[in-house]
């Protein structure tokens, strides 16, 4: 069994920063892409960055330039630097990892409980 515990989520002014990170454990092999996403009320949930375990990044539009996404391999941990806050950052936000198992070997998603940003003054 695989868990990823979020961090860092909160109240923020418009204009300002909130560092996000998202720990696993578990019965881990090997972690591949990492990611973010983020579901507003009444909206679907969607992709905000990911990382590959090569560090090769991907950034929605609406957040590239402002949000910086990073891991640390040893410690099983990515982070979500987010820069520039704007209102519409507001929403619940999710940690992503495809992991394979060190028990089967298979390779599975596996989400964190999410933690809600709120930008607002």
């Known amino acids: 069994q695989v868990q990823l515990v979020e961090s860092g989520g909160g109240l923020v002014q418009p204009g300002g920063s909130l560092r996000l990170s998202c720990a696993a454990s578990?019965?881990?092999?090997?972690?591949?892409?990492m990611g973010w996403y983020r579901q507003a009320p009444g909206k679907q949930r969607e992709l905000v960055a990911t990382i590959t375990s090569g560090s090769s990044t991907n950034y929605a539009d609406s957040v590239e330039g402002r949000f910086t996404i990073s891991r640390d391999n040893a410690k099983n941990t990515v982070y979500l630097l987010m820069n520039s806050l704007k209102p519409e950052d507001t929403a619940v936000y999710y940690c992503?990892?495809?992991?394979?198992?060190?028990?089967?070997?298979?390779?599975?998603?596996?989400w964190g409980q999410g933690t809600q940003v709120t930008v607002s003054s």
């Open positions: 992503n990892a495809r992991v394979r198992d060190s028990r089967w070997y298979s390779v599975n998603d596996y």
């Open positions: 578990g019965s881990i092999f090997s972690i591949n892409a």
